[in-house]
């Protein structure tokens, strides 16, 4: 047998393989993909699972997965994974019949926000490459990343200054006599609410939570302007001063939930999902369970403006028995004269300036 006619044979057959495939092996492939946590801090590492299977009888050479992804959710390098330009994530396999694959792709996530990934290109061939068939599939998923939770060192003075002044008018405004559970031990506690006996038991510093003689509100503010005459859109370096002022008042809110306060935000910005002109407004709660909820609005927010800040500071709405916290990247004459303005309407305001990142 001539050798045109062998190379005519292998086209011949390389041809019938890739029709098998296409309309036999194609459809039967079964694709999912999940983030193994779907709530994260931005910072930490995580996994996504990534499942393929063959659901049919025939050998599959090379199958190829393909999406896009944000390039603020980083990678780790992992055997046939390929990420192009930290958008495209590409991932290449081999099947045989009836078999299946779990691969675990190590993340990292860079950014506050939600994260979603739709759909998936599917893309299989012989082994020679010539034939190839693509569909598309959804595999939807999504990950919420709260914003960065500082810790007491990479805290900016002026909001330390701030939780300690809370701290204090916390201690004198509860009942010593009710209490009505145990915490741990955060810096600031009197030594005289320590807890002895849950202290030996649990093996570390336990306080006793008080209940209120007055129950205080605890209400941040965030400025989305980096000075008082912006109205145009921030650049990349702004916005990042924006987004610290988010995870300081993340931050200031956990504190705050931590020490038994009812606490909620603002901001003249929107939530992702709502109308772009609402700004943000999350209500106070003195609930536990409120800590993720209020979390994930935080992961919601969006870095553009809605109103002038002055403006949105007129027309806030802010409960009784509320203490108000602005945090702004700027100070001036005008801001604090209408925080001045809400201190003799009754308000307990304090404006925090937030210097760079």
């Known amino acids: 047998m001539s050798l045109w006619v062998l190379l005519l044979l292998f086209l011949l057959l390389s041809f019938l393989y890739g029709c098998l495939l296409r309309y036999l092996a194609l459809p039967r492939i079964r694709l999912e993909r999940r983030f193994l946590r779907p709530a994260v801090f931005c910072g930490e590492i995580s996994e996504m699972q990534e499942t393929i299977e063959n659901n049919g009888p025939l050998f599959l050479p090379w199958i190829r997965v393909e999406s896009r992804i944000s390039p603020f959710l980083r990678f780790g390098k992992t055997e046939n994974l390929q990420i192009e330009g930290e958008m495209y994530h590409r991932s290449l396999f081999t099947l045989m019949p009836y078999q299946r694959i779990i691969r675990h792709h190590r993340v990292t996530f860079l ?66 006599v009710m209490i009505r559970g145990i915490r741990d031990y955060v810096q600031g506690d009197a030594v005289r609410d320590i807890h002895w006996g849950a202290t030996a038991k649990m093996q570390s510093p336990q306080v006793k939570v008080h209940e209120y003689a ?119 004459a005008l801001l604090e004269s209408y925080v001045s303005q809400m201190r003799a309407r009754g308000i307990p305001a304090a404006l925090v300036p937030i210097g760079e990142v």
């Open 214 to 332: 007055t129950h205080r509100k605890l209400m941040v503010v965030i400025n989305s302007q980096t000075r008082e005459d912006q109205w145009d859109m921030l650049m990349d370096y702004e916005q990042e001063r924006i987004e610290n002022l988010i995870s300081c008042a993340a931050t200031l809110c956990m504190r705050a939930l931590d020490q038994g306060m009812e606490c909620g935000f603002a901001g003249n910005m929107p939530l992702e999902g709502e109308d772009e002109k609402q700004s943000a407004y999350v209500m106070s709660l003195r609930d536990r369970d409120y800590r993720e909820s209020l979390l994930t609005a935080f992961a919601r927010l969006r870095v553009m403006r809605t109103l002038a800040f002055l403006t949105f500071l007129e027309q806030l709405p802010v409960p009784p028995s509320t203490q108000v916290v602005i945090l702004s990247c700027y100070t001036s």
């Open 111 to 176: 950014h506050r926000g939600i994260f979603s990934v739709g759909s998936a290109a599917l893309s299989l061939g012989d082994v020679t490459g010539w034939y190839q068939s693509l569909r598309e599939t959804d595999t939807p998923m999504q990950v919420t990343v709260f914003p960065r939770i500082l810790e007491d060192d990479t805290l900016p003075q002026p909001l330390i200054n701030r939780m300690q002044d809370i701290t204090r008018q916390m201690q004198l405004m509860t009942d010593p």
